[in-house]
């Protein structure tokens, strides 16, 4: 089984609608949870802390399940800028430094 | 805004040439990850360094790849001899001190193609 598991999509959402992703993670000893974007030819770049209470920044939600270890994705009211890949990241266990990425869903919002 | 650099951006060479990568960190950073990306296995962490120490390499094939720290803002990844299997784009990420685990930047990466 991968660390962490995605669709890769793609997604492809029309503007203005709400679009949900997830990812499960396979180390139950991960301890921090992140959603990085990615877009094309460029750098992975942080886009939120995923907690256990929930975790919202303007139109993006995430939310963390530890008993399933599940992780989501929400964005509301998605712009032509949304279009990227998405990759869920845990920290390695054991207090290790170093992400552990998933391959990344790629969205794409249509006008 | 500080960033992470690296050199060179892109990089075309044979089969059987040596690769070198090199990667400035972010002044002040103090721990610094190299990472591969292709389409078939996605991002994965290769090696990386606190404090210019080699922490974990466990990641990277031993007989053809090595990574060093020569000092706090030059990290380098070479690959001798280069195969076609290395072709990938390489990332340098550095973080601060205590939040590495958690807070790291990405440089813009170098994209290899190996002939």
């Known amino acids: 089984r991968k660390e962490v598991e995605q669709d890769p999509g793609p997604f492809n959402v029309p503007e203005g609608a709400t679009v949900a992703f997830n990812c499960t993670y396979s180390?139950?000893?991960?301890?921090?949870f992140f959603w990085y974007r990615q877009d094309c030819r460029k750098e992975p770049k942080l886009l939120m802390s995923?907690?256990?209470s929930g975790n919202e920044d303007g139109r993006f939600t995430a939310q963390l399940n530890r008993a399933s270890q599940y992780i989501s994705l929400l964005i509301r009211d998605s712009k032509l800028s949304d279009s990227a890949t998405y990759l869920c990241?845990?920290?390695?266990?054991?207090?290790?430094?170093?992400?552990?990425f998933g391959k990344g869903t790629h969205l794409i919002i249509q006008p | 805004d500080a960033r992470v650099t690296q050199t060179p951006r892109h990089k075309v060479t044979e089969m059987g040439q040596e690769v070198t990568m090199r990667c400035q960190p972010i002044?002040?950073?103090?721990?610094v990850f190299w990472y591969r990306q292709t389409m078939m296995q996605g991002l994965e962490l290769l090696a990386y360094?606190?404090?210019?120490?080699?922490?974990?390499d466990s990641g990277m094939p031993k007989d053809r790849f090595s990574a060093e720290m020569p000092d706090a803002t030059l990290a380098t990844l070479k690959i001798q001899p280069s195969e076609p299997r290395d072709s990938a784009v390489y990332f340098c990420?550095?973080?601060?001190?205590?939040?590495?685990?958690?807070?790291?930047?990405f440089g813009p990466g170098t994209r290899l193609t190996v002939l």
């Open positions: 990241v845990v920290t390695r266990p054991g207090g290790a430094d170093g992400l552990t």
């Open positions: 990420a550095s973080g601060p001190p205590g939040l590495a685990g958690r807070t790291q930047y």
């Open positions: 180390n139950s000893a991960s301890q921090s």
């Open positions: 360094f606190r404090n210019r120490a080699p922490l974990d």
């Open positions: 002044l002040g950073h103090n721990t």
């Open positions: 995923v907690y256990s």
